[in-house]
């Protein structure tokens, strides 16, 4: 049976590793994007690997376990941008560690009580894969370019248009959706994040619940080559795209109080991102169109997952029926 050409629409981590996943799989794949990987909203990513804002958590759960296993391979090559990192989860209650089941059993541990901060009641330590966004979405772009994949600097304004001349469309657009298919259930999760100078000596350590009256602050520390990245917030339907100074103040104290190792670091950056938010992240096919959009805090936890489901889609199995990816390596 002839293979149909594959145009995606959105070159962030979920058109890049869709793509490399259909390419690998012999399909001849375009991508057509209004921006390049480091303009997108991947690029602001801290990024550590942890479903998070992403629903349902039943499938998340699932698309981040083959992710992770994904990861782990890719840790072991060069120049991926991706290693596997200690890193310590605080949280408040048992049952907000939904995502526990998709880490190996020699991956996770919980935390012992001397481990915990005077604001936890528990916790874990999970070897975590750390992926560097600069330089991974570098290598997401390298490797569609080696295995042939072409592309195009271009918005797409009426997806009906392009799907009807092309054979087959993956919308990968992310937060794009919204205005692309007019799709209201979409909405921002604003995020603000601090980038300090980089340090080896600094841990990776997330606090799993939120500050402030509203419950829209953050405490995150994610020790990367680059920079140490601080986080942050977690802002419904906001969209304004400025760091705020009292923010940043803010971020910068709570990570303080849980990693003292970061004090004295200097300033890098501050940088805001939208989070696709979604009651529930639509990958479905429709027609000739696939939609892989919506993951929320995840993007990159759920990725390789995400790319399988689309190529199970596009192979025509049904949703769900995801094949056993740990032997195989993309
Ligand atoms: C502060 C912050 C911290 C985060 N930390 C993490 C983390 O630690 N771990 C994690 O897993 N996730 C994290 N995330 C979430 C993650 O960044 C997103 O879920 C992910 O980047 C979504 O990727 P995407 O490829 O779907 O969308 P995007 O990265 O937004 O890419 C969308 C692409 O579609 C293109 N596009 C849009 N509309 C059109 C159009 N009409 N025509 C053509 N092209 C179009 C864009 O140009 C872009 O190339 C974080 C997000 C933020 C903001």
């Not at 012999?26 to 990987?37: C, D, F, Q, R």
């Not at 880490?103 to 541990?109: L, T």
């Not at 874990?124 to 569609?144: C, D, G, K, R, S």
């Amino acid at each position: 049976m002839k293979r149909p050409k594959i145009s995606i629409i959105g070159c962030g981590v979920s058109g890049l590793t869709t793509g490399i996943i259909l390419l690998k799989e012999g399909y001849s794949v375009e991508i057509i994007t209004e921006k390049l990987p480091d303009q997108t909203t991947s690029a602001v990513a801290a990024a550590i690997w942890l479903p998070y804002e992403i629903h349902p958590v039943e499938l998340a759960n699932k698309w981040s376990n083959i992710s992770y296993l994904q990861f782990q391979e890719l840790a072991n090559q060069p120049k991926t941008g991706i290693s596997i990192i200690p890193t310590k989860i605080l949280l408040k209650d048992e049952e907000e560690a939904w995502w526990k089941s998709a880490i190996p059993k020699d991956s996770i541990r919980a935390l012992l009580p001397n481990e915990l901060t005077p604001e936890s009641t528990c916790g874990y330590m999970v070897q975590a894969p750390l992926i560097e966004t600069p330089l991974y979405l570098n290598y997401l772009l390298n490797t569609f370019h080696t295995l042939g994949g072409e592309v195009l600097i271009e918005k797409v304004e009426d997806i009906t248009a392009l799907s009807n001349e092309k054979e087959l469309v993956v919308n990968c657009t992310g937060f794009g959706s919204r205005e692309l298919l007019n799709d209201q259930s979409l909405y921002a999760i604003q995020g603000q994040i601090v980038q300090l100078k980089a340090s080896d000596k600094v841990p990776c350590v997330l606090a799993e619940y939120t500050f402030g009256e509203k419950g829209e602050e953050l405490a995150y520390v994610v020790p990367r080559e680059d920079c140490v990245i601080l986080g942050g917030t977690v802002v419904k339907y906001a969209e304004d795209l400025s760091p705020i100074e009292s923010v940043t103040n803010g971020i910068v104290e709570r990570c303080q109080n849980l990693v003292k190792e970061i004090k004295g670091l200097p300033l890098k950056n501050v940088v805001v991102g939208l989070r696709p938010g979604r009651p529930s992240l639509r990958l479905e096919r429709d027609g000739n169109v696939i939609h892989n959009y919506g993951h929320g805090g995840g993007g990159f936890t759920v990725s390789w997952g995400c790319g399988l489901e689309v190529l199970n889609l596009v192979e025509g199995r049904e949703g769900g029926q995801i094949q056993d990816t740990s032997s195989k390596v993309y």
